[in-house]
Nanobody, 126 residues
């Protein structure tokens, strides 16, 4: 098990940017596949992006169509951190954003992740 703590959420105007961070408390962070999910009020939790675990000098990343070209996921294994850079935000991006981790599979399916943070609120005003 790994504890995950998100930070960086807040209120931003449409068109603005935010950078979310997720700190992982594990000595084997590089073994984990990491993902970001979000949940808006009254809606189901949805996939945002994921990044593969360490396997050389590059990582695989995958994005939901709704955020492709605007959001960027990255990780720093030396610091046990994963980041989500969000640009060109719009009100439809308003949600609680969750960091998630698993050691088994590079996945966009929330049920494949067995470690979750508490979430951080992102609110985009129009």
């Amino acid at each position: 098990q790994v504890q995950l703590v998100e930070s960086g959420g807040g209120l931003v105007q449409a068109g603005g940017s935010l950078r979310l961070a997720c700190a992982a408390s594990t000595r084997t962070f590089s073994r984990y596949f990491m993902g970001w999910f979000r949940q808006a009020p009254g809606k189901e939790r949805e996939f945002v992006t994921c990044i593969s675990r360490a396997g050389g000098t590059t990582y695989n990343t995958y994005y939901a169509d709704s955020v492709k070209g605007r959001f960027t996921i990255s990780r720093d294994n030396a610091k046990n951190m994963v980041y989500l850079q969000m640009n060109s935000l719009n009100p439809e991006d308003t949600a609680v954003y969750y960091c998630a981790a698993n050691v088994n599979v590079y996945s966009s399916t929330w049920s494949d992740y067995d470690n979750w943070g508490q979430g951080t609120q992102v609110t985009v005003s129009s």
